[in-house]
C-alpha cells in the first residue's frame, strides 16, 4: 500500500523504520509536528521523525494545523490508502480521516479500551498495572475509541520507568503495525469495535500530578516517581526549593519515620511515607543535575527532624 505515516516523537521512530523496512508497503510520506524550540538556545528543531524521513529521502509535511487547505490537498495528491499514526500530537478533522482509502490506523501504547489518551504508559504504571502492551486501532471522532486491528501485550517490570516500558512498547508496536498494514492490505484484517468494559482515561499527566503526597503508601509513592520519570518528573520541596526525585525504593523494614521525615546516614537519605520509609536512590536539586541521594543529603547537611513537602 501507499502510506503517508504520522508521528512526531522519538518514540514513533521505531514504528516508522518498521514500515520502511517492511519492503511491502510505500512511505510516500510523512506528517509531523512543524519545528520546536529546543535546547538553551532555543533554536527550533525538527521532529525525530522529520529527522528520520528526511534521511530515509522521504517528504515531510509539517503543516500548523492538520485541516490546512495546502496540507489537505497535498494529502488529497499523494493519495494514500492507509495513514499509519503513532504519537502524532494534533487532533485530526474528519476531512483528513476521509482521504485515505484505508482511513488513518492509530498505534496506542495501551490495551485499549484500557487508559484511553494522553498518557497511557504513565498511567499504567501510577496505576500498579502489572500487564499492559499496545493496540492497534481505526481513527474515528472519539477519544481511542475506534474499532480494534490488533493488539501485543507487555510485562510490566517492578523497576519499570515510563521511559524504560515506552521504550519497550515502542519496538513491540512497530511489529505490530506493520503487520497490521499487512493485514489491511491482503485483507485478512477486520477491525472490531472495543469492549464496551473496561474503559480507562490517561489525560496528560501535569506538573501538579506529579508532586509527591508523603502522607500516601511508600508504594504510591514509588509507583508516582516511576511513573513520572522521565517526564514531567516526581518532585517534592525541600527548604522552600523543588527536589525532583529520580529514583526512590520502598524500604520495608524501616517504620520509624513520618511521613515526609528525612534520616540521613553515609551512604543513605530516606524518607518517611504513610507506611514505611523509601531511600531516594537519585535527585535532581532545582537548577542541578541529577546526583546520588547519599552525595546530595551530605551537601545540604540535613538536620534532625527536618522534612520534605
Known amino acids: ?52 524521513a528526511e534521511e530515509a529521502g522521504i517528504e515531510v509535511l509539517k503543516p500548523v494545523k492538520p485541516g490546512d487547505e495546502d496540507f489537505l490537498a497535498r494529502l488529497r495528491e499523494i493519495a494514500p490508502d492507509c495513514c499509519p499514526v503513532v504519537a502524532y500530537g494534533a487532533l ?15 498505534l496506542h501504547f495501551s490495551l485499549l479500551p484500557a487508559w484511553r489518551g494522553a498518557a497511557p504508559v504513565q498511567h499504567a504504571l501510577m496505576a500498579g ?32 520507568t515510563s521511559g524504560d516500558l515506552l521504550t519497550r512498547l515502542a ?23 472495543q469492549p464496551a468494559d473496561g474503559i480507562t482515561l490517561a489525560p496528560k499527566i501535569t506538573v501538579e500530578d506529579a508532586q509527591i503526597d508523603w502522607s500516601a503508601p511508600a508504594m ?33 523494614d524501616r517504620t520509624d519515620l513520618a511521613p515526609g521525615e528525612l534520616s540521613a546516614g553515609k551512604n543513605n537519605v ?27 543529603a551530605r551537601g545540604v547537611r540535613i538536620a534532625p527532624d527536618e522534612h520534605v513537602g
Open 1 to 52: 500500500m501507499k502510506l503517508v505515516f504520522a508521528g512526531t516523537p522519538e518514540v514513533a521512530v521505531p514504528a516508522l523504520d518498521a514500515l520502511i523496512a517492511s519492503g511491502r508497503h510505500e512511505v510516500a510520506a510523512v506528517v509531523t509536528r512543524p519545528d520546536a524550540p529546543a535546547g538553551r538556545g532555543r533554536r527550533l528543531v525538527a521532529s525525530p521523525v522529520a529527522q528520520r
Open 220 to 252: 504510591r509513592v514509588d509507583r508516582v516517581v516511576r511513573g513520572c520519570t522521565p517526564a514531567p518528573g516526581a518532585w517534592t520541596v525541600f527548604r522552600g526549593e523543588r527536589l525532583k526525585l529520580v529514583q526512590a525504593v520502598p524500604v520495608p
Open 270 to 296: 530516606y524518607v518517611g511515607t504513610g507506611s514505611h520509609a523509601v531511600e531516594l536512590l537519585w535527585v535532581q536539586p532545582q537548577g542541578k543535575k541529577p546526583m546520588k541521594g547519599a552525595d546530595w
Open 129 to 160: 498495572d502489572e500487564i499492559t502492551g499496545a493496540s492497534t486501532f481505526q481513527i474515528e471522532r472519539g477519544l481511542d475509541s475506534g474499532p480494534l486491528y490488533g493488539t501485543v501485550t507487555e510485562v510490566v517490570r517492578p523497576t519499570d
Open 171 to 193: 519496538f513491540a508496536g512497530s511489529g505490530l503495525l506493520a503487520a497490521t498494514m499487512d493485514g489491511i492490505e491482503d485483507g485478512s484484517l477486520k477491525a472490531v469495535p
Open 92 to 106: 485530526l478533522p474528519q476531512v483528513a480521516l476521509d482521504i485515505p482509502v484505508h482511513g488513518w490506523v492509530n
